[in-house]
């Protein structure tokens, strides 16, 4: 499911922008490109990062083509390489700016030993503590989230390496009970949403409760009313 599918996450992260003054929004894993383009109707630059090559071509086309002028850069190339330079490059300009990572590249080839590309891009996040990092798909509050070999995307597994983002993050979950997910009438008055064949497919696919519910999980700089984990 997209984020841009649940009404109240997508509230809170306009939110968490404007607390933050956060201008930067960084997606891994961009399918194609729905979220993305959504996001760009809010935040002044955009970056999705997406290694398929056909789902890189298709959120280009997107994005080209959106109704309004959209400030983005799209990467071809794996999530952990592209964060690492990212950040390096942070680093180097002395920026001091909040950023937003909407980590959701989960996909993986079944072939490779770490299946969880979450855990390498974190380690490429070290030591970034104006980051704020939301990740998708995650087991929280008895919603949907991704599972590899019996090993749930969840805190224990991701603890150690936010920590070595962030000593300081707090963090924060989405429930049911805070959840309205879009309809196929609905996104016809969400600004940045179009009821084009992708977001319909989208929509239709994700009928069923464990994937119209998914679990995110916020990890941010300093305290926030959303519900704590």
């Not at 390096?88 to 980590?103: E, I, W």
């Amino acid at each position: 499911m997209g984020w841009w599918m649940d009404r109240i996450s997508a509230a809170n992260v306009i939110k968490i922008k404007d607390i933050y003054k956060v201008s930067t929004f960084v997606e891994t894993g961009t399918f194609r490109g729905v979220n993305l383009k959504f996001w760009a109707s809010y935040f002044n630059n955009v970056i999705g990062c997406e290694l398929n090559t056909e789902y890189y071509a298709i959120t280009k086309d997107r994005l080209d083509h959106t109704y309004n002028k959209i400030n983005y850069q799209l990467i071809n190339k794996s999530s952990p390489e592209f964060l690492s330079e990212y950040a390096a490059q942070y680093k180097q300009d002395k920026r001091t700016d909040y950023v937003l990572f909407y980590l959701d590249a989960h996909f993986y080839d079944s072939a490779l030993t770490n299946k969880f590309v979450v855990l390498d891009e974190l380690k490429a996040l070290k030591g970034m503590t104006k980051a704020i990092i939301v990740i998708h798909d995650f087991d929280v509050s008895g919603l949907g989230y991704i599972e590899y070999d019996g090993q749930p995307l969840n805190f224990d597994l991701v603890k150690d390496a936010l920590r070595e983002v962030n000593p300081e993050f707090d963090y924060y979950r989405n429930t049911r009970e805070r959840s309205d997910v879009h309809n196929l009438d609905s996104i016809k008055y969400c600004f940045g949403l179009d009821a084009d064949a992708d977001t319909i497919e989208t929509i239709n696919y994700h009928q069923e409760d464990r994937l119209k519910h998914r679990g995110i999980l916020y990890c941010l700089p300093r305290l926030y009313d959303l519900e704590r984990l």
